[in-house]
């Protein structure tokens, strides 16, 4: 019997007497929305929401922004603060926090206000608020924005993986416009585009990378700034559909790791042939 | 690095005659071909933009109007990013009823053109008067709600410059997914055309683009543009004053800043004497504000 002090450390887990810690879930063909997050609210989940703000009073959140923080360059380097007035400078932010909560309303809410009013940081900013939310035990981060520099390829690369290796799950709106869009681009990162169904949980997979999902993006109904509610379409509205739903699969299955997710959603995905508008349930 | 190792392409800069054993850095500016050669630039970029008249506000122009033309919509509007104040600015608009919102600043942290802008994603929106609080906003600003709005960021590489936004589209209540791609496509176009029209017309960026160009890692980006600024800055000053003191001793530090060999001395005759070509044919376009100096941060390469 091989020692394990004559394995490579990365061969551990899959050797006889390990590889018990590899069992965690039905053969892909079994999966089905019942098993993936039947039952469950989100609860025991932290979602953070990178964006601009998240509205604390609006109805839409239902009271469970559990902590807000914003990011402001501090003499060049951003710096996160606390930002206990729980407010939205636009509105978009309470629209996604709004999404993710009607569709996983057990779970904790955590706004990460990073649209500050400074262009020179807006990027290394942003890089700050990912890295607090990773830091800070959330689960699902949703992040309805991207970097178009390509001064922020390495730290977000550097940060979606950090993100990966703390179970973290980063659902990214997928980028409209050509060209680099950082980390929505990423690999590990669950890149979110819209379709057009009207209904919040039908979404699809798609096997050709890098846009894997398509979730409700087409004349949403949203919560928006000062208390309100606005009409809205765009990749930006699409990714909290996705990210709410993996809320529910986290909270079923607290640990699953996000290519685990990753792969129960794709599992669960509608069947592209034949639907309709409506079509969808859980 | 001395005066005799300049190019033909140097033309008629005024070159002067020095003592060319003297060490570079103890070398009066003067002496200094680089220092020369962006003095004259600097001066007759300058000329020629009080003379000519200003493109981009033609080009923004026919953006805008083929725009609301594409999309079949009301109006049409764009905001470009100014860096002095760090707000985007509405430059121009088309239709009747988005002329209320030109010349209207806002900050690039609020708003949809704010958000957009920051976060780079395109959004539409509708049902903006059902709202009476967020109409209000807008409303206040703009004189004119919209019932739908379509707003995409101004892309040129890995630049946002601005925004393109598409108000009320004539045949329908609310923007198509179609139509933020189309809007995406054209407006990265858009982006590309404003992008070069700005950067034809601005001295500084060529300039602090020189200048990192010459002294690689030694000088960073935000230095390169406070001497270019510098430089020009002083070369309008001086066209007022017919006063060289200034400027020379403003190119002098900049002269300091070099670290370049031949190869590099290269690039920055070749740059600087298309610059002065451009210049003496007379295509150069015009700032639509005085003082070259000011426009510095409108430079592509300080985009973060």
Sequence with gaps: ?282 | MSGDEAPPSAGDAPLTTGDDDRPPRDAGPAHDLGTVLLRAAAVRAEAARRILGEPLEALLRSIVDATAALFEAEAASIALFDPETNRLVFRIAAGDQGQGVVGQAIPIDQGVAGYVFSSGQAIALSDVAHDPRFAGQVAARTGYVPRSLLAVPLVDGDHTIGVLEVLDKRDAATFSLRDIELAGVFAGQAAVAINATRIERDTRSLLAAVLVELAGEALDRQSAEAAAEAVAAAATEDLDRGDDTRLWALAERVARLRRADPEQLELLAELLDVLVRRTEAGDWPRSGRRGLGRRAAASPVIDA
């Excluded at chain 1, 050797?15 to 089905?32: E, N, S």
């Excluded at chain 1, 509205?237 to 809320?247: L, N, Y």
């Design chain 1, 1 to 282: 019997m091989t020692s394990e002090l004559d394995l490579p450390a990365w061969s551990e887990p899959f050797v006889a007497g390990r590889r018990g810690g590899l069992v965690r879930l039905p053969p892909i063909g079994q999966l089905d929305r019942a098993w993936a997050w039947g039952g469950a609210d989100g609860s025991g989940i932290r979602v953070a929401i990178v964006d601009s703000g998240v509205e604390r009073a609006h109805p839409a959140i239902g009271g469970r922004l559990a902590e807000s923080v914003r990011v402001e360059l501090v003499e060049g380097e951003p710096r996160v603060l606390p930002d206990p007035d729980g407010i939205d400078v636009v509105g978009h932010g309470t629209a996604c926090a709004g999404i993710v909560h009607a569709l996983a309303p057990g779970a904790e809410l955590v706004s990460i206000r990073v649209l500050g009013p400074e262009n020179r940081g807006k990027g290394p900013v942003f890089a700050a608020g990912l890295a607090w939310a990773i830091e800070h035990g959330a689960s699902v981060v949703n992040l309805s924005l991207s970097s178009k520099s390509d001064a922020m390829y390495a730290p977000f690369h550097e940060l979606a993986d950090e993100a990966y290796f703390a179970n973290v799950l980063l659902v990214s709106a997928a980028n409209n416009v050509p060209g680099p869009s950082y980390p929505s681009l990423f690999s590990s990162v669950v890149s979110v585009a819209a379709h057009d169904v009207p209904d919040a949980w039908t979404f699809f997979y798609n096997p050709r990378p890098p846009v894997e999902f398509g979730a409700r993006g087409l004349d949403v109904p949203v919560a928006w700034k000062d208390g309100g509610r606005i009409v809205a379409t765009g990749n930006s509205f699409a990714a909290p559909h996705i990210a709410g739903i993996a809320t529910l699969i986290c909270s079923k299955h607290p640990g699953a790791t996000p290519f685990e997710v990753k792969t129960i959603l794709a599992a669960t995905a509608n069947d592209p042939r034949g639907v309709d508008a409506g079509a969808g349930g859980r």
